[in-house]
């Protein structure tokens, strides 16, 4: 968690917390060298008759997690803060395949999907849930908020804006179409993309845009397949991903029209355009 005050972003929970379901030292190394002494795994199991997790056992629930001080990886900030950022990232898991992988978002859509805050509860994540469900919760934490969601939104915007700071939507979930039928994205696609965005690599490449989100999509982004930046184009079926945009972009209206009677002119016009059909 973090805080942003005046011109300066702070640290303020001294650690890490990370899913460790089929953790390998090849696909995480940072996580997986981590998990020593001072680290706390939850809701894991052991091979038999040993004290070793097996971190591919999912008889207890998929959700298996590690935390640990942040001392126990590389490359770390000590003192917990450092100036104002020049890329903020939200992330999301769209488990319809229809945001873009990566997205470079306005003012007003930071301000819009900040409320929003939409993602998907993945399967083990809680008691039920087998299947990925589409969830909002305003600003990443409706339960935390004392205030109205649009009074931090309005917030983010002036720092936007004070401070030239670009804002990412990061779509870690499906492509290629919806689960069941598409891909999760790959790690490390993603932060190739997020590398890029950091480094200023997409600075000067051509953006399009989204047709139903509006969201300005990258045409192109080193180490990362040209083709996974459109999600409608990793589709075989090109109409079923209008229609699933569509019914996604109508779950987004209806979830904000709950915070439309406080939300200014910018943030309205930030919201996904809805077919009829819809």
Not at 117 to 145: D, N
């Amino acid at each position: 968690e973090h805080g942003w005050d005046g011109d300066t972003v702070f640290n303020f929970e001294g650690g890490c917390y990370a899913k460790c379901i089929d953790l390998t030292q090849e696909k995480e190394p940072q996580i997986w060298d981590a998990i020593k002494f001072g680290s706390i795994v939850e809701n894991t199991n052991f091979y038999e008759g040993t004290s070793t997790v097996d971190f591919e056992n999912v008889e207890k629930t998929e959700n298996t997690r590690v935390s640990y001080p942040i001392h126990h990886i590389d490359n770390i900030v000590e003192n917990g803060y450092g100036k104002n950022p020049k890329n903020i990232f939200f992330l999301t898991c769209d488990a319809y395949g229809v945001l873009p992988p990566i997205s470079k978002l306005t003012a007003g859509q930071a301000m819009y999907h900040f409320i929003s805050g939409y993602t998907a509860k993945v399967a083990g994540t809680e008691v039920g849930v087998t299947e990925p469900q589409e969830t909002f919760s305003a600003c990443f934490g409706a339960a935390f908020l004392p205030l109205h969601p649009t009074k931090y939104a309005e917030l983010l915007g002036e720092k936007m804006k004070e401070h030239s700071v670009n804002v990412w939507l990061i779509n870690t979930g499906w492509s290629g179409g919806a689960y069941g039928v598409g891909n999760r994205m790959k790690l490390k696609y993603t932060r190739s993309m997020i590398t890029a965005a950091m480094n200023s690599e997409l600075a000067d490449v051509d953006f399009k845009t989204h047709n139903v989100f509006g969201l300005a999509m990258p045409t192109s982004c080193p180490d990362v397949p040209t083709e996974l930046l459109s999600p409608k184009d990793t589709w075989a079926d090109k109409s079923k991903y209008d229609v699933t945009a569509d019914k996604l972009a109508a779950s987004f209206v209806k979830n904000f029209a709950q915070y439309a009677d406080n939300a200014n002119e910018e943030i309205l016009a930030a919201a996904p355009k809805v077919s009829q059909e819809a």
